[in-house]
């Protein structure tokens, strides 16, 4: 095949739709003693495939929960059928993962699955979420959920310095 048919033909694949994901819905409640209650559903009604896995992607390194399913001893919440367990991150620090145990488990398209929960001391932040099906399929969007607390800055620093130094004298 000549070098312009074969880039054509790539082009055509490259500009090819992919199967429309599920989207993962989140939601953050303050527990007033300085942790946050995160709660997920795979709202699929509107997706191009079945979700078999979808893993959270933190911008940190250390999550601050156990990351498997209560039913193992973890502070994760699973409907039944499912697990969690730690993930191995594509583009953040850390991930979660929730794994379906049996394909009749999996989020088919047109239905939605609620119950995935877990408790964090980090406060809400955007955070980027991917999902693949049993046979290959993926998709990836944003949700809320535990983000890094944002580093001291310059100011935050000098106050912390001027506060330290009256508190010595």
């Known amino acids: 095949m000549r070098g312009w048919a074969l880039a054509l033909v790539a082009g055509a694949l490259a500009g090819a739709a992919a199967p429309a994901g599920a989207g993962i819905v989140g939601s953050s409640a303050a ?3 300085g942790t946050w209650t995160y709660s997920y559903t795979v709202d699929n009604t509107a997706g ?8 959270l992607e933190f911008d940190f390194a250390s999550p601050d929960w156990n990351q498997v399913e209560m039913a193992s001893g973890g ?4 409907p039944t059928g499912w697990i969690a367990d730690v993930g191995v991150p594509v583009a953040g620090q850390s991930a979660q993962d929730f794994i379906s145990l049996d ?3 999996d989020v088919a398209v047109g239905a939605m699955l609620a119950g995935f929960a877990f408790t964090s001391a980090f406060a809400p ?7 693949f099906s049993g046979t290959g399929d993926e998709a990836d969007g944003t949700t809320v959920g535990p983000s890094a607390p944002e580093p001291l800055g310059l100011g935050a620093l ?3 310095a001027l506060v330290a130094r009256r508190a010595w004298r």
């Open 125 to 131: 932040g955007t955070i980027s979420y991917l999902e």
């Open 103 to 105: 394909p009749s488990g």
């Open 31 to 33: 527990n007033g003693d």
């Open 75 to 78: 502070d994760v919440a699973v």
């Open 158 to 160: 000098a106050l912390l």
């Open 48 to 55: 191009g495939f079945d979700v078999a896995i979808w893993s």
